[in-house]
């Protein structure tokens, strides 16, 4: 009997993998990886995307499959920096732009000074910040 397979993708890895590509096609001076790789990003960007402007933490088949975590607003964000610092594109600092300004809006303490690991809606843990 063949092993379950593992199909979701997920932000923070993915996103982990596109700024270490990038840093290698620099380091190597292989564009062709970096445009590679910005590819990937330019999939995952959108498939990540909740409604809301956050990116998801999972998904699979085209479906959100866990809500988004301050870990993984960030490593999108470095991302699209990563692709920006590669190649100068300003559409990726942006993006990067962009995702950092809804992780402050769901993920910041109220001091500003802070941030959880959860969003301010989060419903789904124990003891959850909710509303």
């Not at 769901?106 to 419903?123: I, L």
Request: with cysteine.
């Amino acid at each position: 009997m063949r092993p379950g397979r593992d199909d979701k993708v997920l932000a923070d890895w993915n996103a982990l993998a596109v700024t270490a590509l990038c840093r290698a096609g620099a380091v190597f001076e292989r564009p062709a990886w970096i445009d590679l790789v910005a590819e990937g990003f330019d999939f995952l960007l959108p498939e990540l995307a909740a409604p809301d402007g956050r990116s998801a933490h999972g998904c699979r088949l085209g479906r959100i499959t866990a809500a988004g975590l301050l870990d993984d607003q960030a490593a999108m964000a470095r991302a699209a920096l990563s692709l920006h610092e590669a190649n100068g594109n300003i559409a990726r600092l942006e993006q990067a732009r962009e995702l950092v300004t809804h992780a402050q809006c769901w993920f910041a303490a109220a001091d500003g000074a802070s941030y959880f690991t959860t969003a301010s809606d989060a419903a789904d843990i124990p003891a959850g910040r909710g509303g």
